[in-house]
């Protein structure tokens, strides 16, 4: 069984996304207590250490790591902060997690993969500088990699594209095929993507060969929702939920006026933003939800519009609803809504990692296991999300 490192471990979404493939998880990292207690409460603390990554040194890595994952803080690097790109704080913790892997590949281990996942924003972070710095240095341990985006909202009914460097050992990328920069415009490797590889035609891109990924979630946002009682106090006040439908833009009342006639299931997803001073809701029009965030920093947390019976009601989404929107079905809650709401908010979409790394990856599996196809299949016939859909 191939043996993996998952750095940024989190709530442990990437070890939810690819155990089952046949991964086993032999180390996971994250700084933040609270998350370990969630990600604890799922797959006990055997694995896990929690510190700083500044903190750990090689010793503390299990020998024989296949696969080694990042999905490294984005907070510098997305709109939403401060765009100090990877000299920031927290997206700068990517350098002593690279800093680990030379130290691996000292030790005569260098795995046979890495796993990187953060925003899009990376691609132009620092004009495209510091993707390009992460890349180099990957190329200089002896990988050579590929850079593809991935939409959560191909496998769930969620926006969220992210960005995936996925580099193989030089050794182990025999046959796979190398990129010359002018490939083409595909959906995984969009305009964007292709740029920043032509402006970067000395680093060594190699473009795995990965099928086209499904093209819309096969759950619609009704299908993820709780049932809950008309009369649940996480319902707002009827007079809130009419105060803030009468100062919602034009556009966006008339969404929920469609919603109360029938249209895409009743239901939508509303973000609160402040207009000119004043808080208003903005309502999607695209049977999804908007990226679920950490509802810390400024960025709200994701409410639900529901005109299902006829009448606009209001109510945050729950932190069982923000789990299934990450595709992560089963996973036990234990915690307020407000910290689930911070786990899952930061987390990854477990099937889009689980295509990824069953696509890209699978051929390190053995047997019946390296084959994608075979092992998606499998999945799909156990999984309560496949239940559903
Ligand atoms: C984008 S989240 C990753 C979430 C994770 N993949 C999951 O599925 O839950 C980034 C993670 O980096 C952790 N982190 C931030 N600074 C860190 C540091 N200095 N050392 C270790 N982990 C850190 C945060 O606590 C957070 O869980």
């Not at 790591?65 to 990042?70: F, N, P």
């Not at 005569?108 to 691609?123: F, I, R």
């Not at 190329?139 to 496998?155: H, P, R, S």
């Amino acid at each position: 069984m191939p043996r993996f490192a998952e750095f940024f471990a989190g709530i442990g979404l990437v070890r939810e996304a690819i155990e089952p493939l046949g991964w086993e998880c032999v180390f996971a990292n994250d700084i933040a207590p609270t998350k370990a207690e969630m990600y604890t409460a799922r797959f006990g603390s055997d694995h896990l250490l929690v510190r700083d990554i500044h903190d750990l040194s090689v010793s503390d890595i299990p020998a024989d790591v296949d696969l080694v994952t990042a999905s490294f803080p984005c907070i510098d690097l997305s709109l939403a902060g401060n765009r100090s790109g990877l000299a920031g704080r927290h997206s700068g913790t990517i350098w002593p997690f690279l800093d680990l892997v030379g130290g691996l590949h000292h030790r005569g281990a260098l795995p046979s993969a890495l796993l990187l996942e953060n925003v899009t924003g990376l691609l132009s972070s620092e004009g495209g500088r510091d993707l390009r710095a992460i890349c180099e240095r990957i190329g200089k341990l002896g990988y050579l990699m590929d850079v593809v985006v991935l939409d959560a909202k191909w496998f769930a009914p969620q926006s969220r594209p992210r960005l995936f460097v996925v580099a193989l050992r030089s050794d182990l990328a025999v046959g796979v095929s190398s990129r010359s920069g002018d490939g083409d415009l595909s959906v995984l490797r969009p305009r964007n993507v292709q740029r920043f590889q032509r402006a970067n035609r000395d680093l060594p891109f190699i473009e795995l060969s990965l099928p086209e990924p499904p093209r819309g979630s096969p759950l619609r946002l009704a299908a993820v929702l709780d049932q809950v009682p008309g009369d649940d106090a996480s319902w707002w006040p009827d007079e809130r939920v009419d105060a803030l439908i009468d100062a919602m833009a034009p556009r966006h009342r008339e969404r929920v006026e469609e919603l109360s006639a029938g249209v895409r299931d009743g239901v939508a997803t509303m973000f609160r933003r402040v207009r000119a001073g004043r808080t208003v809701g903005e309502v999607r029009a695209d049977q999804l939800a908007g990226c679920l965030r950490t509802p810390h920093g400024g960025s709200s947390v994701q409410f639900l519009v529901d005109c299902r019976t006829g009448t606009a009601r209001i109510r945050p989404l729950s932190g069982r609803e923000y789990a299934r929107l990450q595709g992560a079905w089963d996973f036990p809650i234990d915690v307020s809504d407000r910290r689930a709401w911070l786990g899952f908010g930061d987390a990854v979409c477990v099937p889009a990692v689980r295509w990824l790394v069953a696509h890209a990856l699978g051929f390190l599996c053995e047997g019946e296991r390296s084959d994608p196809e075979s092992q998606l299949r499998l999945l799909d016939q156990s999984a309560a999300y496949a239940a559903v859909a």
